[in-house]
């Protein structure tokens, strides 16, 4: 699972990117309506038609005001045809499930409209055929922590700047859309840069990130993205570019999500706080505490498979050191980590740890001592929860600055794709930046009452990268304790509850 290319963001990227939009002729050419011809499918092995999905055409990019201008319904087979008004304008494909199963569509498999491609409706040209590839929601299945991408391993060496690093994920099982990574970044060189998702090896300069790296420091950041086998491998690929300097990479996988029925669905809950052990101990130097999270007297439910929690290392003694965080029964636990510590540093990472047998975790620290606290944010259970959607990540409209005590809002119309009303949960990238003193954030459900917790934490100097898995009523806040910052969120996807 280690072989890697690479490619540099020069030419190619610009080249696609202008062969994906759509520019307006110098004058409106005469037309008449044309039929709109394609097929709409199941994503997973099966390629199946499906039938009974809305397709419509609306108005793409700077024409989205245009609205809908044609729609239809997939028959028996899949296939569609829809007749196209002439109009200057532009327009795309937008494909949606009535029982809203599938996620909404644009183009012939984008989340996003502004992705998709689409044709010049005053053109006296055939519109083309679509074919529109529709994904299944995901189950969640915990592995044990295991190291599958290292950089320092590889011949190529660090990634560079402006690089696209591809890296080969060849065991992960058919139908998978989603992989979870503890991503470190370590031996950066330059000051500060920051590493992003991408869809593919050309794709442009990105416009989110997942982490972000510091010269000396190594970073960690829980990492929730979309993977794609339709790659010139044909085998599923992870794509990560790094903006600035050098850096190697270092992912252990936590988790996957598949269409497979068997896996987990996710349940959200308020964020309790289950372990802080500056009321008993710190954990010494190669110290492990065992953390008991199922079974008599916890608050998980009783087929719980998985607990997705913060883990937040503060007055840490050593320079630095890592912790880890796996299954009390597993087999080399340490040999992966969930986060770094440093000291003078609180420093927070979220973390998906699958349960040993006897229901309970253990963590771990490398060197010094120092004391963690973990906050349960959910669960992941065997029958039930929801499914998760990924997106093609997205800053959400709304991030910016934020006031010391000060909370803001975002809700499903944050971000630019279609997210269901009854959406549980939400998978974010929350980034700090500019904050002058110290201070911590706490993400949660909007309306309730804000929990005692942290879900990330600024540092002057800094930018500084935290995955969230939050609840959602209907949508989620962001409190900052202190210091004016920036809180950039990215969302990666949300859950859902399918019977």
Request: glycine content about 12%.
């Amino acid at each position: 699972m280690r072989r890697r290319t690479v490619s540099m963001l020069v030419v190619p990227a610009l080249a696609l990117a202008t062969a994906v939009a759509v520019a307006a002729p110098a004058s409106a050419v005469e037309c008449t309506t044309r039929e709109v011809h394609g097929w709409v499918y199941d994503g997973d092995t099966t390629g199946g038609g499906l039938a009974g999905m809305t397709v419509e055409l609306v108005g793409g990019w700077e024409w989205a005001g245009l609205g809908v201008v044609a729609t239809g319904v997939s028959g028996p087979d899949g296939h569609f045809s829809l007749v196209a008004p002439c109009s200057d304008a532009s327009a795309t494909v937008r494909v949606s499930d009535p029982s809203g199963f599938y996620g909404t569509r644009y183009g012939y498999a984008d989340t996003d409209p502004d992705d998709a491609p689409g044709v010049w409706l005053g053109n006296a040209v055939d519109l083309g055929v679509w074919s529109v590839r529709m994904t299944k929601p995901g189950r969640f299945v915990p592995v044990e922590p295991t190291r599958v991408i290292d950089t320092r391993e590889d011949a190529e060496g660090p990634v560079g700047p402006g690089e696209n690093a591809v890296f080969l994920l060849d065991e992960l099982p058919d139908n998978t859309s989603a992989v979870v990574l503890n991503l470190t970044t370590t031996q950066g060189s330059a000051p500060t840069s920051f590493v992003s998702w991408q869809p593919y090896r050309f794709a442009g300069e990105p416009s989110t990130s997942v982490i972000n790296s510091t010269a000396g420091r190594d970073v960690a950041n829980l990492v929730t993205v979309p993977v794609s086998r339709f790659t010139e491998s044909g085998k599923y690929e992870l794509v990560l570019y790094n903006d600035a300097g050098w850096t190697h990479l270092v992912a252990d996988i936590q988790g996957y999500y598949t269409s497979d029925p068997a896996g987990a669905g996710f349940e959200p809950v308020t964020p309790t706080r289950v372990l802080d052990t500056r009321a008993s101990a710190p954990v010494g130097a190669h110290g492990t505490r065992r953390l008991d999270l199922a079974g008599p007297g916890t608050q998980a439910p009783v087929d719980a498979v998985a607990a997705a929690v913060t883990v937040t290392s503060t007055e840490a003694t050593a320079a630095t050191s890592y912790v880890s965080a796996y299954p009390s029964d597993a087999v080399d636990g340490p040999s992966t980590s969930v986060l770094n510590a440093y000291r003078g540093d609180d420093v927070p990472n979220l973390a998906v740890v699958p349960l040993g047998a006897d229901g309970s975790i253990t963590l771990y620290n490398d060197q010094g001592s120092t004391h963690l606290v973990v906050d349960v944010v959910g669960w992941y259970v065997a029958s039930g929860g929801a499914d998760f959607y990924p997106v093609v990540p997205r800053r959400a409209d709304g991030s910016g600055l934020l006031g010391a005590g000060a909370t803001t809002g975002f809700d499903g119309d944050a971000i630019p794709a279609v997210v269901r009303a009854d959406a549980t949960a939400m998978a974010v990238n929350l980034t700090t930046a500019g904050t002058a003193v110290p201070s911590y954030l706490t993400v949660h459900p909007t309306g309730g009452v804000r929990p005692f917790t942290s879900s990330a934490n600024a540092r002057p100097g800094a930018d500084v990268a935290t995955g969230v898995l939050t609840g959602l009523g209907p949508g989620f806040s962001v409190y900052n304790d202190r210091g004016d910052l920036q809180a950039l969120v990215d969302v990666y996807g949300w859950f859902a509850v399918n019977d």
